[in-house]
């Protein structure tokens, strides 16, 4: 069982940056696919970043050269770094953990709100 906690979320203005992260319980965070997912008012969630254990990454299209995911597996966290925030980057961010396969993962934190402003 692993448990996902997000922080960081808030108001910035377009332009600006924020980092969220994502601390996990359980001794075998290492072993997980780590991502972060979006959900914006009225569209479906979607898959924004994902970081495997061998050290692979994946970006969406939206947000790359924007966007950075990194791990700390000593500190059990997983971080999105935003910089050059955009309006329609506003969603409901989650933090989400898989052994196997992060495009349906098995754990989710419970979100945390992004709002960028114009």
């Known amino acids: 069982q692993v448990q996902l906690v997000e922080s960081g979320g808030g108001l910035v203005q377009a332009g600006g940056s924020l980092r969220l992260s994502c601390a996990a319980s359980?001794?075998?965070?290492?072993?997980?696919?780590m991502g972060w997912f979006r959900q914006a008012p009225g569209k479906e969630r979607e898959i924004v970043a994902a970081?495997?254990?061998?050290?692979?990454?994946y970006y969406a299209d939206s947000v790359k050269g924007r966007f950075t995911i990194s791990r700390d597996n000593a500190k059990n966290t997983v971080y999105l770094q935003m910089n050059s925030l955009k309006p329609e980057d506003t969603a409901v961010y989650y933090c989400a953990a898989d052994l196997h396969r992060i495009a349906t993962p098995d754990y989710w934190g419970q979100g945390t709100q992004v709002t960028v402003s114009s």
């Open positions: 359980g001794r075998t965070f290492s072993s997980y696919a």
């Open positions: 970081s495997w254990t061998g050290g692979s990454t």
